[in-house]
Nanobody, 124 residues
Framework: QLQLVESGGGLVQPGGSLRLSCAASGFTLDYFAIGWFRQAPGKEREGVSCISSSGGSTNYADSVKGRFTISRDNAKNMVYLQMNSLKPEDTAIYYC?????????????????WGQGTQVTVSS
């Protein structure tokens, strides 16, 4: 069964950091671009960052540029999202998704597999 599982969310104070992880089971991530998305209460889901299958190309939403860094370790079948200088407006459920083809979604990919999400809350 193809599955993505996010971890690393939690409660953090403004200005703090978190590192989210996305683990794949049932398939290897080598051939997939990976995207991180988030959805805050009452808001639409938005793309946060994405990384190509090789890791050579990354993309970030303007709201997180300079604060978030996406990376991947294909040997470990993992993708990460390092989030620094967190703000209350970063509070959301964060999802990772795998894209095996180009498309019209965030970063120019078509995302086929989604995780269940991990909650990130930024509050003092």
């Amino acid at each position: 069964q193809l599955q993505l599982v996010e971890s690393g969310g939690g409660l953090v104070q403004p200005g703090g950091s978190l590192r989210l992880s996305c683990a794949a089971s049932g398939f290897t991530l080598d051939y997939f671009a990976i995207g991180w998305f988030r959805q805050a209460p009452g808001k639409e889901r938005e793309g946060v960052s994405c990384i190509s299958s090789s890791g050579g190309s990354t993309n970030y939403a303007d709201s997180v540029k300079g604060r978030f860094t996406i990376s991947r370790d294909n040997a470990k079948n993992m993708v990460y999202l390092q989030m620094n200088s967190l703000k209350p407006e970063d509070t959301a459920i964060y999802y990772c998704a795998a894209a095996g083809a180009y498309g019209n979604s965030f970063g120019g990919y078509e995302y086929s597999y989604w995780g269940q999400g991990t909650q990130v809350t930024v509050s003092s």
